[in-house]
């Protein structure tokens, strides 16, 4: 585990773990790795970081993966799992819902 941007980060590579262990500051404050050593998988692991903040995804996105596609789902199973009235209305095209679905205003 190291910290990039403040943050710790879980590393399952030991590619990238051995190229932590040698990403310096050089005398002019540039990081970048050491002599002879290489910061490939460390940059990126720095590019990705930086990317998934700027990742925009909405709450039916991310838990639809949870949900069978055609499958069947009592409307009150829905709002214990914590989707909203608007989130519900988006999956009728994906799932098949029983019960009282509130219209759309």
Same mark, same amino acid.
């Given at each position: 585990m190291f910290k990039l941007c403040g943050k710790k980060l879980k590393v399952n590579d030991l590619t990238t773990l051995s190229?932590?262990?040698t990403f310096v500051r050089?005398?002019?404050?540039?990081?970048?790795?050491?002599?002879?050593?290489y910061?490939?998988?460390?940059?990126?692991?720095?590019?990705?970081?930086?990317?998934r903040g700027q990742q925009k995804t909405t709450k039916v996105e991310k838990k639809?993966? &949870?949900? /069978?596609?055609?499958?069947?789902?009592?409307?009150?199973?829905?709002?214990?799992? &914590?989707?909203k009235d608007y989130q519900i209305q988006q999956l009728r095209n994906k799932i098949k /819902?029983?019960?009282? /679905?509130?219209?759309r205003v």
């Open positions: 190229e932590a262990l050089n005398s002019n404050g540039k990081p970048e790795a050491q002599t002879g050593k910061d490939d998988c460390i940059m990126a692991k720095a590019i990705a970081h930086n990317a639809l993966d &949870g949900l /069978i596609p055609g499958g069947v789902y009592a409307y009150g199973e829905l709002l214990l799992l &914590g989707y /819902i029983i019960g009282k /679905i509130p219209k």
